[in-house]
C-alpha cells in the first residue's frame, strides 16, 4: 500500500501510532500528535530510557549556570496518553508493520515514527570528549588546571561529523569569563574548527558577531582547519600542522542509528522527505538527528517530529493541513552574561540534508522572547511550555552579571 495521505484504515478504530526514541523528537511527536488526533491515536513510545535528561543547559554547570533536569518518561508519556515500552528497539519489519525489540516484543503499528538520535563515537583520541551530562567532573578539573598554572594553552577542536558545534563555543566562552572574573591571565584559550567562521551555519551576521564576541574575550579563532588528532601536546590538524595546546576539548562525532529495515545513508543515517516519510518504506516515519539532516539540534529535531505528526494526524482522520518541514534555526549562546540576541534571517548558503539550502534576509536585534516562547535553549512547539509547566518554571538559560549571549533564529529552505 503507498505511503499516501489518505487514513491507513478505518477512522473508527484508533490509530496505531509506534514512536521509537525517548529524545526531544519522539517527545515532540508525541505531544503534537495527541493534539492534533484527539482521540483517534492509539500512542506508543518505545525507548529504553526511563527518564528525559533536558540536556542544553548542561554546558554551564561547571561554572554554576545550568543543570541537567530530568523528567519521568513514563509520566510524560500518561500526560498525553501514551504508553511507555521501555525496551530498545532492534528492527523494523515494515511488510508486517511491526517493531521487533531487544527482549522478544513484536509492536503492531499503523504509523511508526523513528526517532532514537545519533550514536556518539570518539573523534579525537587524547581529548577531553564533552559527551553530555556526565563531564561537569572533567570540565571542572580543566579549569582547576588553568587556575593552578597546570594548563595554560587550551584549544577547543570543532570537526565536521560533530553536527551541531555550538557547546563548543560557549564553553570556550564560559571558561574566558570565568579566568577574567577569577583575575587569572597568561592563558590561551584558542577555537580550532574546520568553519570558515564561527558558527557559520547561522550566516555571516551572526557569525560577525561571534568574532566580536571571541575578540572581547580574546579567545583566538582559528579558522578552516579540521582538527586530526592529539599528539604530544599539540592538535594535530589534517594539513599536517600542529597547534600547540597542553588540553583539547573535543565534540563527539555522530553516526545514525543504523537501525535493521530502515534505509540509511554510508553514515547511518535515515533519507527523508519534507514530511519525514522514509525512502521506500510506507507508513515509516524519522525525525531528529538520526535523519539526514546536516544539523543535529533541538529545536530543529521538534520541527521535524511535528511535520511527520501533522501527516500521520491527517492519516488518522484528523481534520489537519500536513505542514512540511521548513527548518527555523534558532540558538542561545551562554557566554557567563547577560544576553542580548540577534534574530536572523541571512541570505547565504548553507549545508542542508546534503545539499545546499538557502539563507534569505536581513538580521535584527531582538530580545529572546520575542524570537520564541518559551525562551528556552530548545525551542519547541509543544514540548517546551509542556516541561515548563512540569517543572513549575523556566528552563530558559540564566541570566548572569557580566558578558554577553545571543539568538539567532534563521530560515533555512532547503
Known amino acids: 500500500m503507498g505511503d499516501s495521505l489518505r487514513p491507513h484504515r478505518s477512522t473508527e478504530a484508533r490509530h496505531r501510532v509506534v514512536i521509537v526514541g525517548g529524545g526531544v523528537a519522539a517527545l515532540e511527536a508525541m505531544l503534537a500528535l495527541r493534539r492534533l488526533t484527539r482521540d483517534r491515536a492509539a500512542i506508543t513510545l518505545v525507548a529504553p530510557e526511563r527518564e528525559f535528561i533536558f540536556r542544553p543547559l548542561v554546558v554551564g554547570e561547571p561554572f554554576g549556570l545550568g543543570r541537567a533536569h530530568r523528567f519521568d518518561l513514563a509520566a510524560l508519556a ?128 551572526a557569525a560577525g558577531y561571534v568574532r566580536r564576541l571571541l575578540d572581547r574575550y580574546q579567545v583566538e579563532l582559528v579558522a578552516g582547519h579540521r582538527p586530526a588528532a592529539v599528539r604530544d601536546g599539540a592538535l594535530v590538524l589534517a594539513s599536517g600542522e600542529s597547534f600547540p595546546a597542553d588540553r583539547v576539548v573535543s565534540l563527539p562525532r555522530l553516526e545514525g542509528p543504523r537501525l535493521a529495515g530502515i534505509p540509511a545513508d554510508d553514515r547511518g543515517f535515515i533519507p527523508v522527505d519534507e514530511l519525514g516519510r522514509v525512502r521506500a518504506t510506507p507508513d515509516v516515519y524519522a525525525a531528529g538527528d538520526a535523519t539526514a539532516f546536516t544539523i543535529k539540534q533541538g529545536g530543529l529535531a521538534a520541527q521535524q517530529a511535528y511535520a511527520a505528526a501533522t501527516a500521520i494526524a491527517r492519516r488518522a482522520g484528523a481534520a489537519v493541513d500536513p505542514e512540511p518541514f521548513r527548518p527555523v534555526l534558532r540558538g542561545v549562546l551562554l557566554t557567563g552574561g547577560e544576553p542580548s540576541f540577534v534574530l536572523g534571517d541571512l541570505g547565504e548558503p548553507a549545508a542542508v540534508n546534503g545539499a545546499r539550502g538557502q539563507l534569505n534576509g536581513e538580521s535584527t536585534a531582538a530580545r529572546l522572547d520575542t524570537l520564541w516562547w518559551p525562551p528556552g535553549k530548545v525551542a519547541g512547539r509543544f514540548l517546551a511550555p509542556h516541561l515548563d509547566e512540569i517543572a513549575g518554571h523556566s528552563l530558559a538559560p540564566p541570566r548572569p552579571v557580566n558578558g554577553s549571549s545571543f539568538a539567532v533564529e534563521v530560515e533555512v529552505e532547503a
Open 78 to 205: 500518561a500526560s498525553a496518553g501514551a504508553e511507555v515500552v521501555n525496551s530498545k528497539v532492534v528492527a523494523v519489519e515494515a511488510d508486517d508493520h511491526r517493531v521487533l525489540t531487544e527482549d522478544g516484543r513484536a509492536i503492531g503499528y499503523d504509523a511508526l515514527i523513528v526517532a532514537p538520535g545519533a550514536r556518539m563515537r570518539l573523534a579525537l583520541a587524547g581529548a577531553l570528549t564533552v559527551w553530555g551530562i556526565a563531564d561537569a567532573a572533567e570540565l571542572g578539573g580543566l579549569l582547576v588546571d588553568l587556575e593552578r598554572g597546570d594548563a595554560e594553552r587550551v584549544a577547543f577542536a570543532i570537526h565536521p561529523g560533530a553536527g551541531w558545534p555550538l557547546p563548543l563555543y560557549e564553553l570556550a566562552l564560559l571558561t574566558a569569563a570565568h579566568l577574567r572574573h577569577t583575575g587569572i591571565g597568561g592563558r590561551r584559550l584558542s577555537i580550532v574548527t574546520h568553519e570558515e567562521e564561527p558558527l557559520e551555519i547561522f550566516g555571516r551576521t
